[in-house]
């Protein structure tokens, strides 16, 4: 019985070995977040919608979005970007003073305006003990592309509507939302993002373009 009881657990530590040093060898497989169909799919289908069934975006799909948005790749990784999400329309009048998306942003169940932190604080690149400095930050614009881009991208994933409506640069479509969220100076409001369920049918556009791609030279 004794002889037994101890043969059993040398079994059982030899195989618990053997199962340790096949788990830490066995080739790591990549996780797949989704099937590139899928994103591909997604990608393609996405397109400005510009009229919404004025339902709301429940909390957590927005979150996801806004999640989506964050997920952007970002120029050393500064990440400027800022998401006001807008649900109060009594208030829509005043925020997009002029703006002649109004309409869009009024039927939406949601309006995001995609902010920007045009500057960035941190010791010199030269002499990383230094004090941090704040100094302009030349690639907030691309970031902030990226960031609307994927938030368009996850609104599609979610079969909602979203369009990209312009802000910055221009004045007068910049100054009342500066004014109404009080944005400090060295933020800019970028872009202004209505998303909502879809009222009707739209269709993306084919952009694909054979005379746009160029390879190995010009
Ligand atoms: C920087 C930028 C500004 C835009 N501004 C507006 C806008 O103010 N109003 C609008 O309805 N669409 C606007 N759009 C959406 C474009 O008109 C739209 O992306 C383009 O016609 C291509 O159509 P698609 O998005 O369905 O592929 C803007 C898009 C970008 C990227």
Redesign the pocket.
């Known amino acids: 019985m004794k002889t037994s009881l101890k043969t059993t657990s040398r079994l059982m530590l030899v195989l618990g070995l053997l199962f340790a040093v096949s788990s830490c060898c066995e080739k790591k497989e990549t996780p797949a977040t989704a099937s590139p169909d899928a994103t591909i799919n997604t990608i393609m289908q996405r397109?400005?919608v510009?009229s919404y069934t004025g339902d709301a975006i429940p909390d957590d799909i927005m979150e996801s979005l806004l999640r989506a948005a964050m997920a952007a790749p970002s120029g050393m990784d500064i990440r400027p970007w800022h998401l006001v999400v807008l649900t109060d329309k009594s208030k829509y009048a005043e925020a997009f003073e002029g703006n002649f998306?109004m309409e869009?942003f009024m039927q939406s169940g949601a309006v995001v305006v995609f902010c920007a932190d045009t500057t960035v604080t941190r010791p010199p690149r030269e002499n990383p003990n230094a004090p941090a400095e704040t100094k302009p930050n030349p690639m907030w614009r691309d970031d902030m592309g990226a960031c609307t881009e994927n938030f368009l991208i996850a609104a599609e994933a979610y079969g909602l509507g979203a369009?990209?409506?312009?802000c910055y640069p221009f004045q007068n479509t910049m100054e009342p939302v500066r004014k109404y969220l009080n944005l400090p100076g060295n933020v800019v409001p970028y872009?202004i993002v209505p998303v909502g369920y879809p009222a009707g049918e739209n269709t993306?556009?084919d952009k694909w373009d054979t005379t746009r791609v160029h390879y190995n030279r010009w």
């Open positions: 397109k400005s510009r998306n869009k369009v990209w409506t312009a872009a993306p556009k």
